[in-house]
């Protein structure tokens, strides 16, 4: 959700979910973006946010220019530099700053693609649970810890992706209406 005011000295952003931003500097008019007690205050920048209501972390990735970082709870203010990630975790209220590797996951979500690069079959569910309204449920622990490179479009019927996925023999799933269920071969 984005507002303005022509009353206000500031452009915000309330975030629930994920969001790639790119902003213009002024800096009479802040923007900033607000999640739960979280905020990240923008410098002029090309960054993504993720803020998931069933992920305990957030997470900050920048690309270019500069973000703040600021937890009002605990007392946190970052400055991120061009090729990092911040990330937060909402229960211990620690954060880590770690440089990013590889941002192609951040670049492929911009541009539509779903990038997994030695992802837990765990990470690639959550991420197909969000973009494509479905339940993912394990029936063994063993098979969440499986491990894959694979790159897809998001036009792709999620009943492709997990064909494709299963090809690899490494698992497989049943699907009951919207839920899916993964186990071990």
Do not use: C
């Not at 452009?11 to 802040?30: D, M, Q, T, V, W």
């Not at 440089?99 to 197909?128: D, V, Y």
Request: charged share 30%; net charge neutral.
């Amino acid at each position: 959700a984005y507002r303005k005011s022509f009353f206000s000295r500031k452009r915000s952003a309330e975030l629930k979910g994920e969001a790639y931003f790119e902003i213009a500097h002024n800096p009479y008019l802040p923007f900033v973006v607000t999640s739960d007690n979280s905020q990240i205050k923008v410098l002029g920048t090309k960054f993504n946010v993720r803020s998931n209501e069933d992920e305990d972390y957030l997470s900050a990735t920048l690309m270019e220019g500069s973000i703040l970082f600021s937890e009002n709870n605990a007392n946190i203010h970052v400055k991120i530099k061009p090729g990092e990630e911040l990330i937060f975790d909402k229960s211990t209220q620690a954060y880590q700053l770690k440089n990013l590797l590889n941002p192609t996951e951040i670049l492929g979500w911009m541009e539509g693609r779903l990038i997994f690069e030695n992802n837990s079959l765990e990470e690639i569910a959550k991420s197909l649970e969000r973009n494509y309204n479905v339940r993912i449920r394990f029936a063994d622990n063993t098979v969440k810890q499986k491990r894959f490179n694979a790159e897809f479009e998001m036009a792709d019927n999620i009943y492709q992706i997990l064909s494709i996925l299963e090809l690899t023999d490494k698992f497989t799933y049943k699907i009951n209406k919207r839920e899916i269920v993964i186990s071990s071969k």
